[in-house]
């Protein structure tokens, strides 16, 4: 009895050290993806730029915060509000949204929205009577939305279009949602039209 227990633990140690190890690989292979996407997009790794070597001015970046990529698109805007302006955990902003399957190094499918645009362009079976078109709140730090957007929403400005990049252990990992198949890497476009103060 006690051998065949021992078997069995061996067993259930082996399939759960290659779960892991298919999570890992998977999110590995998706990191790797979204940066040849965010270096097709002419963006640098903030982190990791050579400064001194490149005065390149209207440099375009993304960040890795958490885990997750985040891409300003329009962050060198000239009429990119003032650095006083910027969202911080508490504040609220309300914003439209597309949210992506990303399938190698780029967006696939639209699984969530409430653009009216996106819902015509997208999801031509659909009609945008039955989905919310109005801007959605989001208090930062209260966790309405992922935790791992949440946290990267902190430094985004009014005005701002941001891509989240997030890998399935920040998304929704092994459960399937609707077209998102499971293990799947997921980007969510956020375009903040105003916000206010805490």
Known sequence: ??????????????????????????????EANFERYLTGQKAYDREDFDYENNSTLNVKFYDKIDGVYRYIVNENRENRPAEDSTILKGDSIWVYYDAYTFEGTRRGKVFDTNRESTIKSNLPNLTPDYWSTDPLRIKVGDRQMMASIDNAL??????????????????YGKRPLGVVPQYSAVMFVLYIEYY???
């Open 196 to 198: 206010s103060k805490q």
């Open 154 to 171: 902190e430094g985004c400005r009014p005005g701002d279009e941001v891509q989240f990049l997030l890998t399935t252990d920040k998304a």
């Open 1 to 30: 009895m006690r051998y065949t227990i021992n078997i069995l633990v061996a067993i259930a140690t082996i399939v759960a050290m290659s779960a892991c190890n298919k999570l890992e690989d998977q999110v590995t292979a998706q």
